[in-house]
């Protein structure tokens, strides 16, 4: 069983930054992965980012590329997302998630449906 606890998230302006950690506690083995989702109201979750628990590889969402950076202290079984240069339309709940990726392509990340363990989520609302 895998626990993820969410911190941060609130309110931040159009162009500002914010960083969202996820600690993980419970069994994490080789071919886990970490991801970060997004759900706007009346929408499906949404892919943002994902990380290999142990190489460290990622995986990102078009449009936030260049933008987010997801990162991971395994010291610390912590999973980060730095998000900067935000937009209004970044808006929403966003959500950690954990799998254990066997025999899972990394194209598949982006599918939240595969994901078992997930976040409290938090909101995150960037005004203009």
């Known amino acids: 069983q895998v626990r993820l606890v969410e911190s941060g998230g609130g309110l931040v302006q159009a162009g500002g930054s914010m960083t969202r950690s996820c600690a993980v506690s419970?069994?994490?083995?080789?071919?886990?992965?970490l991801a970060w989702f997004l759900q706007s109201p009346g929408k499906e979750r949404d892919f943002v980012a994902a990380?290999?628990?142990?190489?460290?590889?990622?995986y990102y969402k078009d449009s936030v590329k260049g933008r987010f950076t997801i990162s991971r202290d395994n010291a610390k079984n912590t999973v980060y997302l730095q998000m900067n240069s935000l937009k209004p339309e970044d808006t929403a709940v966003y959500y950690c998630?954990?799998?254990?990726?066997?025999?899972?392509?990394?194209?598949?990340?982006?599918?939240?449906?595969?994901?078992?363990?997930w976040g409290q989520g938090t909101q995150v609302t960037v005004s203009s």
């Open positions: 998630a954990a799998m254990t990726a066997d025999g899972i392509y990394y194209s598949d990340y982006d599918k939240w449906s595969l994901y078992d363990f």
């Open positions: 419970g069994r994490m083995f080789s071919s886990s992965v």
């Open positions: 990380i290999s628990w142990s190489s460290g590889s990622t």
